[in-house]
């Protein structure tokens, strides 16, 4: 089992990474929740393991096909872009140098 | 207490106040914000729609039920053209592209949104503290908390700024707020009410839920927001319920509540007392009351929350500032990634997203997250063998009191100790609905799931008798 804000992956991977959070860091309120589960031995036999489930069949399915939003509804979605400059929506730069 | 509704629309067809007037008094109401639970006012569509009302009233023309009565929207709803700002640094400057499917169909009967409503940050919060716009205030004392997350809802509600609001309830967040202020508050089923335009916080558990003066609001507010949505697959078709049907409160024979649970140390005395004569009540009516036999209050709170902080790190892994939301630059796409969510977030969802990425690691995820599934489907499990046995539950909406603002946020596990009562029924996807009688912080009653009616219909019943 893990300790600490390691966590093991494919390599261990500290949990801001994970979270792609800076100076992210376990609670120690949150481990308590953990520790709970871990050491409890409620009884889970007989569930059906379906209880929650709210699949739909594939006649309920909405038809598959482009559906094109409003004039208004394409325009607030480039309004709340965050970052505009001569006319050019700004990305992060991906790619270094 | 009587219909708002029903008396608002009296009033206007009467002709004894005009929308217009009705609108612009409810808003100058909400602009001093003296509880805190205005996020932003909508009050020049508001306005408008209100004219519109008030020319087909001139004209001579009927009007529906909702066709100019003012509501309430907790700010993570989408409403086109609207800030959503899930009273977030990350979207405080976010227009909604589009209207959530409740809200449009309030809005195609002819109610009039004039608010977006404070609410804990992304709805992660059970005192409505963890917000930008500041902590929302008690409807009946201002220096205790209003509850949440949808505490902006609860106060308006109490209030009367609102006739009704819409508020989202993930593991109490409506039922906890209406106990809180002293109003009623749904959570239907799972799946009666589209989530399509609610901010998602954790879908296996998100429900859009009404808060209102009476059990009749609450009802044709349901009626009316109900029914399959193409856009959220997990809707299913309804019934609407009657008005004449409420009056059957003759199916209830038997009622189940859970003894364990109110014996927990955390337990207020008070609440437990007048719970304990509630059901003296009832008994005394000819109701058989049984104790059930529930999980622990330590595990079910432990259960709701591993799966809720799961979900809501998924939810909220789109929040990276870019496309949307409040970006802030840095040297690299990942630098920039992480340091828009680190200053964007607040620390307790924070909390949630790491707990939740901890959760889903290889490594905890067999020992925590499955065996929280696992839990949870025997917990749903007991609850189709408990409505086998007693056709209603009852129980307190919290184990204590409103505690006072400034100390909801100091301690996260009393936080969380708090929704004791609430959780369960969001794990088993219940109808349960608060009502603001019975015990300081009010009672929920629940029934099967997709018997919303029932819930209804023992509300009338409950009234009668307390």
Same mark, same amino acid.
């Given at each position: 089992m893990p300790q600490g804000n390691e966590i093991t992956m494919n390599k261990t991977m500290t949990v801001d990474v994970l979270s792609s959070i800076k100076g992210a860091k376990p609670s120690e309120t949150i481990n308590k929740l953990f520790e709970v589960i871990k050491n409890s031995d409620l009884?889970? +036999? $007989?569930?059906? $393991?379906?209880?929650?489930?709210? +699949?739909v069949s594939i006649e309920q399915l909405r038809e598959d096909t482009v559906v094109h939003a409003s004039a208004l509804e394409k325009q607030l979605i480039v309004e709340n872009f965050p970052q505009e400059k001569n006319g050019y929506l700004v990305v992060a730069k991906v790619i270094e140098a | 207490? *009587?219909?708002?509704?029903k008396h608002i629309h009296q009033q206007l067809i009467s002709k004894q106040i005009s929308c217009v007037d009705l609108v612009q008094q409810r808003l100058d109401l909400l602009k001093q914000n003296s509880h805190g639970s205005v996020n932003a006012l909508l009050d020049a569509n508001a306005l408008k729609q209100a004219q519109a009302v008030d020319t087909k009233i001139a004209n001579?023309?009927?009007?529906?039920?909702?066709e100019g009565i003012p509501f309430g929207v907790k700010d993570v709803f989408m409403l086109q053209g609207t800030f959503?700002?899930?009273?977030?640094?990350?979207?405080? *400057?976010?227009?909604? #592209?589009y209207t959530a499917s409740a809200i449009q169909k309030l809005i195609d009967a002819g109610a009039i949104p004039i608010v977006k409503e404070n609410c804990d940050s992304f709805g992660h919060g059970s005192s409505n503290e963890n917000s930008i716009f500041g902590p929302v205030n008690n409807a009946k004392d201002p220096s205790l908390v209003a509850g949440g997350s949808s505490g902006g809802s609860a106060v308006n509600v109490a209030k009367d700024y609102t006739a009704f609001s819409i508020g989202g309830d993930t593991g109490g967040s409506v039922r906890?707020? #209406?106990g809180y202020n002293g109003v009623y508050g749904l959570k239907p089923t799972y799946g009666r009410i589209s989530r399509y335009g609610l901010m998602a916080?954790?879908?296996?558990?998100?429900?859009?839920g009404p808060l209102a003066k009476s059990v009749e609001d609450i009802r044709i507010v349901l009626n009316t927001i109900s029914g399959k949505d193409v856009k959220d697959q997990t809707t299913y078709e309804s019934a609407p319920i009657g008005e004449a049907g409420l009056a059957d409160t003759g199916s209830v024979k038997t009622v189940g509540y859970f003894k364990n649970l109110l014996e927990n140390d955390a337990m207020d005395a008070s609440i437990k007392a007048d719970f304990m004569a509630t059901l003296e009540k009832l008994k005394a009516k000819g109701i058989e009351v049984k104790p059930l036999d529930f999980v622990d209050a330590e595990a079910l709170i432990s259960t709701y929350y591993i799966l809720a902080m799961a979900e809501t790190a998924s939810n909220l892994s789109r929040l990276d500032g870019t496309n949307y939301g409040n970006r802030i630059e840095a040297e690299n796409l990942i630098e920039s990634y992480a340091v828009t969510r680190s200053e964007n977030f607040s620390e307790e969802s924070k909390r949630r997203i790491v707990g939740g990425n901890q959760v889903l690691s290889q490594g905890f995820s067999d020992a925590i997250y499955l065996k929280s599934l696992a839990v949870r489907d025997k917990l749903s499990a007991d609850f189709e063998g408990f409505f086998n046995d007693v056709d209603i539950v009852l129980s307190p909406v919290t184990p204590g009191l409103p505690p006072k603002v400034g100390d909801g946020l100091k301690d996260p596990m009393a936080m969380y100790l708090s929704d004791a009562f609430t959780v369960g029924f969001s794990l088993g996807q219940l109808p349960t609905l608060t009502v603001p009688h019975g015990t300081a912080t009010g009672i929920q009653i629940t029934a099967a799931k997709t018997d919303d009616e029932r819930v209804l219909q023992f509300a009338h019943l409950l009234e009668e008798t307390l």
């Open positions: 009884s889970t +036999a $007989g569930s059906s $393991g379906n209880n929650n489930q709210n +699949a | 207490m *009587q219909s708002q509704i001579g023309e009927n009007i529906g039920l909702l959503t700002t899930a009273s977030s640094d990350f979207l405080k *400057q976010y227009k909604s #592209a906890q707020p #209406a916080y954790a879908s296996s558990t998100d429900c859009v």
